[in-house]
């Protein structure tokens, strides 16, 4: 079955304590990337990956890293968590770049002390 | 700066009510145009999209929308909804000239009273 996995869904920590959303997608897709949805502000895109070793900032990058060195893994990386990173992440892969379908995961809800 | 508009934040409609829902974008150039819909509890998933061609683009579960050129709206349709449309669409248009940098709009939540 074509997917995209997050892991962990739902996870508590706290200020500082670095840690690390994964996203793997079985569609051999070459895009990937992730958004973050907050109340009011609907989904703001954190990072994109047009292939393997290429990635680029979205509209709120600021505290996050990612990294892609393999094709199915794009994971997402908080160094130092804020309270104001609390929000629901989601990752999205796509065949043809951001103008294709977006195929998205689950989603991973994230709560920072 | 592009920027993507959803006028509507929540609406509430009747079972068999007609709905529109509006989208207004500010991108130069050619774009393709999305919507989306979230279920409750559930990950985005498309709704219906418009690369070229017929303006009016048919979507699943008896969704339409409209792309005009000359007022930068896609506009989503339905003529008659019902409850278990209840969900958050959203709108994302994103431009032709290879800046991945994919925008959504800010949401519309719709309820449906049965």
């Known amino acids: 079955e074509a997917q995209v996995t997050q892991n962990p869904r739902y996870l508590i920590t706290v200020t500082g304590k670095k840690l690390t959303v994964t996203c793997s997608q079985n569609?051999?897709?070459?895009?990937m990337s992730w958004y973050r949805q907050d109340p009011g502000l609907g989904l703001r895109q954190i990072y994109y990956?047009?292939?393997?070793?290429?990635?680029d900032k979205g509209d709120v990058p600021e505290g996050y890293k990612v990294s892609r060195k393999e094709k199915r893994n794009f994971p997402l990386i908080l160094e130092s968590p804020s309270p104001n990173q609390t929000s629901l992440y989601f990752c999205?892969?796509?065949?043809?770049?951001?103008?294709?379908?977006?195929?998205f995961g689950e989603g991973s809800r994230l709560t920072v002390l | 700066a592009q920027s993507v508009s959803q006028h509507n934040h929540h609406v509430i409609l009747s079972e068999a009510a007609s709905l529109e829902l509006g989208c207004n974008y500010s991108?130069?150039?050619?774009?393709?145009l999305f919507w989306y819909v979230q279920y409750p509890g559930q990950h985005l998933q498309l709704l219906l999209k418009?690369?070229?061609?017929?303006?009016l683009v048919k979507g699943i579960k008896g969704f339409e929308a409209e792309f005009i050129k000359s007022k930068f709206s896609f506009n989503l349709r339905k003529p008659s909804v019902q409850w278990s449309d209840t969900a958050e669409y959203f709108c994302?248009?994103?431009?032709?000239?290879?800046?991945?940098?994919?925008?959504f709009g800010t949401g519309t939540r719709l309820t449906i009273i049965p």
């Open positions: 999205a892969s796509s065949k043809q770049g951001a103008g294709g379908e977006l195929f």
């Open positions: 569609m051999n897709h070459e895009y």
């Open positions: 990956s047009m292939n393997v070793e290429v990635t």
């Open positions: 991108y130069g150039g050619t774009v393709n």
């Open positions: 418009y690369f070229s061609g017929d303006p």
């Open positions: 994302a248009p994103i431009s032709n000239f290879g800046n991945e940098k994919l925008t």
